[in-house]
Structures are given as structure tokens and as C-alpha cells.
């Protein structure tokens, strides 16, 4: 939690959130993903300042709870002085424990961010989904606390001027607006519409930018001309039999040496970030098996 401190940005942690948009459509599916398609909203995890504390916590991680599908678990959530925002303690159930930071009992508008956090934990626990390492691992509950609808409450936690900040989880705003982007795309949902924050929306925006550049690039047909002139001279070179094989310097698509077989263009899926293996002949239309989504390429 940046409480006053400097507040990271851009997208350092962009490769981590990629791989775990996978890994949640690999250990949920494609179906379970559609689950989702509404986010938390803001009427349930409302927290005024007359609400009784306890209660209206306990109402809020009972909003979240009911969100990812977790009947069978029940939140006691308590106060104290810490470090960090929030803490769970992941046992066998049905009870976890929740201690959120001394600080939200004046910043009550910040407690549905820092359930939705920590009730995710509890959600990726049951899945039995993790990442190797602290950082990554909680990497991997952000993304997934902003994919399956109850992220934008983190981003709109965010807030900075030139006296003050405050920013909850391990994503940058740049790329919890990123995941965002990545929800709204899929679902057609606008969660801009929700902010309080005005610097959570102009994350947003960037993110939304950054989410769009996934849909422009070689070889989808909504690729740029300079983007299209690249994969044209790196093609050329894989289908030359006596160049050496090189990467190309910009972009994430690779060929795969012909031989018998017709060269072949690998990428990522610009929805899931699965990577796609095509035919190198032109235009084609290819399907992601794991979030099924058309893309329309031009190898």
C-alpha cells in the first residue's frame, strides 16, 4: 500500500499480468470466464461514514464473497495496526480470517478494495492457482481480482496530487487499467463510468491504449503499416532457406522453419495471450482454442 509514498507506473509487471490472464483461462475455462461478464457494483460495496464499521464490512465481504461464488465461505474481517493493507490467513475453511490495515476504519470508501483483494486469495487458494514467488503470486491476485469484475474498486483506490498518495495492490494504475481494458473488451462494459477517482480514469484511458496496441499487432489484419512492413521483411528472411534464423527485433510473433511442413507464424492471442500457431498463406481466419476468440490475419 502507498500511503503518502511515491507511486510506481507504466508497466513493469506487463509479462506477469499476460501469463496470468492465461493461467485463469486454463484453470477456469472459457465458460466460467463468461460467469462473470458483471462486475461488483458500486451499490453493493457502497460504505458511508454513518455505516457501523463491523457490519457494514462484513456486508461488504459478504457482497464479494457472493460475487466469486463462494457460498460456502464465511469472512471475519478485523483491525489492526500494519504495514500493508490487508492480510488473509488461507486455512481449510470455512472461515478465513481477514485483518485489514487501522487506516480503513477512517478511509471506509477503500474497504471493498481491500476485501476484493483478499477475497480473491481466498478464490485462487480454492482453485489451487498460484505463482511461484511472493511478487508474482500477488501479481497474479490482482489480475484476477480486475478480470473477474471486482478490480476497478482497486484502481479507483487510487488517488495522487503533489501533497498526498494512496494506491492499494502490486499493479501499477497503468496496469490495473490494462486488465481493465482487457475485462471491458470482452464483456463491451465501461467501468469508467464508476470512478471517483479522476487519476484511476486516466489510467484507464492508458491502459485501454495499451490493451488496443494487443489488437494491432502482426499478423492481425488490424495491424499498422509499419507493423505489416516489419512482419513482411521478417517473413521474407524465415522463408529464405540459406538465411540464418533470427527473432524479429520488435513484435511477438516467431516462424517456425518450414522444411517438409508449410512455414508456420506463432503469436499471441490478443484476448488470452495463448500463443496461436497459423499457416503462413495469406489470409486466414484463426480461432484461440482456450477463449475462442476469431482473429482475422494476414500472414
Known sequence: ????????????????????????????????????????APADVAFCDTDDLYLGTQRVAYELVRHYRLPD???????REMTHAASVE?????????????????????????????????????????????????ILTDTATTYLGAGWLLLDAYREDSASSQKLGYLTPEEFGY????RALVFGEDPSLWFTSPQAYTAYVKGMARARRDEQQPPLTAA??????????????????????????????????????????????????????????????????????VLECDT
Open 179 to 182: 486488465v481493465l481494458a482487457k
Open 90 to 138: 488461507l486455512a481449510a475453511g470455512p472461515e478465513y480470517f481477514i485483518e485489514l490495515n487501522d487506516r480503513f476504519r477512517t478511509h471506509r470508501r477503500d474497504i471493498g478494495a481491500a476485501l476484493a483483494h483478499e477475497v480473491m486469495h481466498v478464490y485462487l487458494h480454492r482453485l489451487d492457482l498460484s505463482f511461484p514467488g511472493t511478487r508474482d503470486n500477488e
Open 1 to 40: 500500500m502507498a500511503n503518502g509514498g511515491p507511486v510506481e507506473h507504466g508497466y513493469p509487471h506487463l509479462e506477469t499480468v499476460r501469463a496470468a490472464v492465461t493461467a485463469l483461462y486454463k484453470r477456469l475455462s472459457y465458460d466460467t470466464v463468461q460467469t462473470f461478464s458483471a462486475s461488483v
Open 73 to 79: 465461505a464465511r469472512m471475519i474481517v478485523s483491525f
Open 224 to 293: 499498422g503499416w509499419a507493423g505489416r512492413r516489419r512482419y513482411a521483411r521478417d517473413r521474407r528472411h524465415a522463408q529464405d532457406p540459406h538465411a540464418v534464423p533470427v527473432l524479429p527485433a520488435e513484435g511477438p510473433y516467431s516462424f517456425t522453419p518450414g522444411g517438409r511442413e508449410p512455414l508456420r507464424v506463432s503469436f499471441p492471442c490478443p484476448t488470452c495471450h495463448q500463443r496461436i500457431r497459423v499457416p503462413v498463406r495469406g489470409r486466414v481466419r484463426a480461432r484461440c482454442g482456450l477463449c475462442r476468440t
